[in-house]
Nanobody
Framework: QVQLVESGGGSVQAGGSLRLSCAAS????????MGWFRQAPGKEREGVAI???????RYSDSVKGRFTISKDNAKNTLYLQMNSLKPEDTAMYYC???????????????WGQGTQVTVSS
């Protein structure tokens, strides 16, 4: 049973930074892809950034150049460094474990509870 616990969300002004963390347990970290997704009120959940077991990454166009995904295999922890935040980045952010380097939520079967990110203008 995979367990994922996100932390690090909060409220910041536009242009600010946050770092999200996701502590994972119950699986072998190198066997899967891990990713960050977000969902704003009234919108569908969307992929933000994915990293595979070899460290290859994939980003959505809306965050490319501003967000960086990374992981610490020894700690089984996933990170998302978010810089130059914009009001449109406001959403609930979820950590997930899946099986493809793909931004579609359909490829991810285990999810955390989420952490809220709010960016004010």
């Amino acid at each position: 049973q995979v367990q994922l616990v996100e932390s690090g969300g909060g409220s910041v002004q536009a242009g600010g930074s946050l770092r999200l963390s996701c502590a994972a347990s119950g699986y072998t970290g190198r066997s899967y892809c891990m990713g960050w997704f977000r969902q704003a009120p009234g919108k569908e959940r969307e992929g933000v950034a994915i990293i595979d077991r070899d460290g290859m990454t994939r980003y959505s166009d809306s965050v490319k150049g501003r967000f960086t995904i990374s992981k610490d295999n020894a700690k089984n922890t996933l990170y998302l460094q978010m810089n130059s935040l914009k009001p449109e980045d406001t959403a609930m952010y979820y950590c997930a474990v899946g099986y493809a380097l793909n931004l579609s939520p359909a490829y991810f079967g285990s999810w955390g509870q989420g952490t809220q990110v709010t960016v004010s203008s």
